[in-house]
């Protein structure tokens, strides 16, 4: 059954036939049952908060924020926490991100001391700093209060990570659709080690932005709008969408995994209302993986900055998702 007004969800609906419609009801319950909720919010942040209270230890002035799918609501249950240390070390000056070589010696002594501090303490069962990126992090697994714990990574000054929070948090109220699609595609690229963009997968950026950008494609139903009440500007939704998920979700799989997309002459722009850009429009620089990415796609921050160079296994995201079509 699909989600009523009364949960808070999207209502959808506007299905062609039985086989569309089992697909619709299963991707609502599988967002309902492997996204985020309420209890893994707390978790979440008590695991923050406890994170925190050890890097202050070194960092007095520190705070930390979170940022990417946790902080955005597209997390999936067993997501990564991103988290960013504030009020310490340099602090990225563009919307795009990523520092220059000195602030990088400065953040990388930072992260030193900061890994050191949660070994030291026991706040990580391990941990592996990747200094050598664009912008430095070091990528660790809490103890936790269970079996298991969570996955972190945490940076230093990238400021631009909770901007895209903001960006990602307008585009799941424009596009209903946008929440149950990303979960899907996440729990995919998962299942198939194709998830992190460290390892040259398809990260949860660049999967949000594929996702818009094929919504405003295909002409979806975003349309939050604004009204004027009292002279102030105020937030009034659309009402609820006539979507159906299983096409939403098959046609996102056929355009990026088959022939729908011109990879040589175009580029995934998703803060663009037409999703798309000529790939001559983007800042290309070469790269240790070649000269030019497979996919292209414009950051949704920054006009002409591309956003894939490190995006080195996407043409078996592609392949995964030709093959999940068929």
């Given at each position: 059954e699909a989600p009523s007004a009364a949960t808070g969800a999207p209502r959808f609906g506007g299905h062609d036939d039985d086989d569309t419609l089992r697909l619709h009801e299963q991707i609502v319950?599988?967002?309902?049952?492997?996204?985020?909720?309420?209890?893994?919010?707390?978790?979440?942040?008590a695991c923050r908060a406890r994170v925190e209270s050890c890097v202050r230890r070194v960092f007095p002035s520190a705070r930390l924020a979170c940022f990417g799918s946790g902080a955005s609501g597209l997390a999936l249950r067993e997501a990564d926490i991103d988290l960013v240390v504030l009020g310490v070390g340099p602090e990225c000056s563009t919307l795009g991100g990523g520092f220059n070589k000195s602030d990088r010696t400065e953040l990388v002594s930072i992260l030193r001391k900061i890994e050191r501090q949660l070994r030291r303490?026991?706040?990580?069962?391990?941990?592996?700093?990747?200094?050598?990126?664009?912008?430095?992090?070091?990528?660790?697994?809490?103890?936790?209060?269970?079996?298991?714990?969570?996955?972190?990574?945490?940076?230093?000054?990238?400021?631009?990570?909770?901007?895209?929070?903001?960006?990602?948090?307008?585009?799941?109220?424009?596009?209903?659709?946008?929440?149950?699609?990303?979960?899907?595609?996440?729990?995919?690229?998962?299942?198939?080690?194709?998830?992190?963009?460290?390892?040259?997968?398809?990260?949860?950026?660049?999967?949000?932005?594929?996702?818009?950008?094929?919504?405003?494609?295909?002409?979806?139903?975003?349309?939050?709008?604004e009204n004027v009440s009292g002279g102030k500007k105020v937030a009034v939704l659309p009402p609820p969408p006539k979507v159906d998920l299983g096409v939403v979700v098959t046609s996102f799989l056929r355009r990026f995994g088959g022939d729908g997309f011109d990879y040589a002459r175009s580029a995934v722009a998703a803060n663009r209302s037409s999703g798309l850009a000529r790939a001559a429009e983007?800042?290309?620089?070469?790269?240790?993986?070649?000269?030019?990415?497979?996919?292209?796609?414009?950051?949704?921050?920054?006009?002409?900055?591309?956003?894939?160079?490190?995006?080195?296994?996407?043409?078996?995201?592609?392949?995964?998702?030709?093959?999940?079509?068929?």
């Open positions: 319950a599988f967002a309902r049952r492997a996204g985020s909720d309420a209890a893994d919010a707390v978790r979440r942040e303490e026991r706040v990580v069962a391990r941990a592996q700093g990747i200094y050598t990126a664009k912008v430095p992090i070091v990528k660790a697994h809490t103890t936790g209060d269970d079996a298991t714990g969570f996955a972190l990574d945490l940076t230093v000054g990238a400021t631009n990570g909770l901007k895209a929070v903001d960006w990602i948090k307008a585009r799941v109220e424009e596009f209903p659709e946008l929440r149950p699609l990303v979960l899907v595609l996440k729990k995919l690229l998962k299942t198939h080690s194709l998830d992190d963009a460290s390892t040259g997968g398809c990260g949860g950026y660049l999967l949000v932005s594929l996702a818009v950008a094929h919504l405003r494609m295909r002409g979806a139903s975003g349309g939050a709008r983007l800042v290309v620089t070469p790269g240790p993986y070649g000269k030019r990415p497979f996919i292209l796609c414009e950051d949704p921050q920054e006009v002409g900055r591309n956003i894939t160079a490190s995006a080195y296994r996407f043409k078996e995201v592609r392949a995964l998702f030709r093959a999940a079509a068929e």
